[in-house]
């Protein structure tokens, strides 16, 4: 695994060190708390952000909040636990890994008979939690660099990579895997709007990896595609459905729509805690609904008079227009339940 010289989330016995995402790229800077209801606003403002990432810092939040409640008894104990999963549970409706950390760390709170050894329990789980979203995506980017080939030009939108998941990225970290191999790859990056995760963060981090990008803004991406300029088309995941239908950040559907028209293979990278078989498609996952300034505003600047405004934070991707999804378990292919339920 590459050396990563920026952490977006460390655990330090009993606080939290985030990386704010909202920062970049114009500053590095951290932010160092003990309190769950910290943990819990960086995830909700985005300070840390992506799917993989979310988990992780949900899970902390849980041990750190878990550690400030004074009890000797259990059942109180449990009690105020539920009432801090519940913030947390609360941050992003749409991102599984929250979810399935949630539920890991409520496991092993049940599991307990002894407050001490409860709070001990959850902080070892929670650092299991990172150490296998860590794991999982180096995994997965070596598995999905297979797909590219020398020379390639790649397009994705949002960002992928070590900020988005804490280990070594999904879209972005089979790019840089892939790179790392000695193929020669360059990347259109989308700008993602409205908060811009690809011009801000994706550059940035395809740029510490010394690998070649060009930002488009995403209405471009249609252009590049049509002109036989992109091999192929990696992009992450926020929740995938049974089917294989996938939620990511909006336009994702957008470009895999143009991908398919244009005969482009259209990827998506993501851990297998992404994955939510208990949703039969990508109809019934829950889609976050976002403020409007995110819209009417960029950097504190308005840019739009006062109107109605709609701010869906993803859409779903139906399983038709993906050609493959990669996960450190294996490369699934169509038919996606089958692969699905084989690796679930």
């Not at 070649?212 to 929740?239: H, K, Q, W």
Request: charged content about 25%.
């Amino acid at each position: 695994m590459s050396k990563i010289s920026y952490l977006p989330i460390e655990w330090l016995c009993n606080r939290v060190k985030i990386l704010d995402q909202t920062r970049l790229p114009q500053e590095e800077v951290y932010l160092e708390s003990s309190s769950y209801q910290d943990v819990a606003s960086a995830i909700k403002e985005l300070k840390i952000r992506g799917a993989p990432a979310i988990g992780v810092a949900a899970a902390y939040a849980i041990a750190l909040g878990a550690l400030e409640i004074k009890t000797n008894s259990t059942k109180d104990f449990r009690e105020k636990l539920k009432k801090i999963t519940k913030t947390i549970a609360a941050t992003r409706p749409t991102a599984r890994n929250l979810f399935q950390a949630i539920e890991r760390m409520n496991k092993v709170a049940e599991a307990g008979k002894e407050v001490e050894r409860i709070k001990k329990a959850l902080v070892k789980e929670a650092v299991r939690i990172h150490r296998a979203e860590a794991e999982a995506t180096e995994k997965l980017s070596r598995l999905g660099a297979g797909l590219i080939q020398d020379g390639f030009t790649i397009l994705t939108h949002c960002n992928t990579g070590p900020l988005a998941t804490t280990g070594y990225g999904t879209a972005l970290g089979v790019i840089i895997r892939a790179s790392e191999q000695g193929k020669k790859v360059k990347v259109f990056a989308d700008e993602t709007r409205p908060l811009l995760q690809g011009a801000r963060l994706t550059v940035w981090e395809l740029q510490k990896a010394n690998i070649p990008v060009t930002l488009i803004t995403d209405s471009m991406a249609g252009y590049f595609l049509n002109r036989g300029e992109i091999d192929c088309v990696i992009v992450g995941a926020d929740r995938i459905a049974a089917n294989g239908d996938t939620a990511n950040k909006i336009g994702t559907y957008s470009v895999a729509v143009l991908a398919k028209e244009n005969k482009v293979p259209f990827y998506v990278a993501a851990p297998t805690t992404t994955i939510d078989p208990s949703l039969k498609t990508g109809s019934e996952i829950p889609i976050e609904q976002r403020k409007a300034e995110e819209v009417t505003h960029i950097r504190g600047v308005c840019i739009a008079p006062d109107c109605d405004v709609a701010n869906p934070a993803f859409d779903v991707t139906p399983h038709k227009y993906i050609t493959a999804i990669i996960t450190e378990r294996g490369i699934i292919r169509k038919p996606y339940g089958v692969g699905i339920k084989g690796i679930t």
